[in-house]
């Protein structure tokens, strides 16, 4: 841990701090585990143990899962959109609304006194 902290070896830096999370739940996992080999926990108490290893590892997955869920929501589908829109046809449609609009005013500078011909 102390060499992805001190080195971050990801170019960006939410790739570092989310290395960093997880190597710290696993860290803490690993100390639950310690927790197994000492013979004088109670069966209770080894259930209660073991649980909270499954909900650090639960944690884990969630939050990574939630991680690439968002960026491929939030970045990837809007991309992927933005390259495949057809850009010849929103320039043409922008062209005709703007023609509309000149047509528009034109006719209300020509007569004045008539309500959007």
Avoid: D
């Amino acid at each position: 841990m102390a060499y992805i902290i001190h080195v971050q070896p990801f170019k960006k830096r939410r790739a570092n701090l989310q290395e960093i999370f997880n190597e710290y739940c696993n860290l803490i996992a690993s100390y639950c585990q310690c927790l197994f080999l000492n013979v004088s926990l109670s069966t209770n108490q080894q259930n209660t143990v073991g649980w909270i290893f499954m909900g650090i590892i639960m944690f884990v997955m969630f939050a990574n899962f939630a991680k690439v869920l968002i960026s491929t929501l939030f970045k990837k589908i809007p991309e992927a959109y933005h390259k495949y829109v057809p850009r010849e046809e929103v320039k043409e449609f922008k062209k005709k609304i703007k023609a509309e609009e000149n047509r528009l005013e034109e006719k209300c500078r020509l007569y004045p006194h008539n309500e959007l011909a």
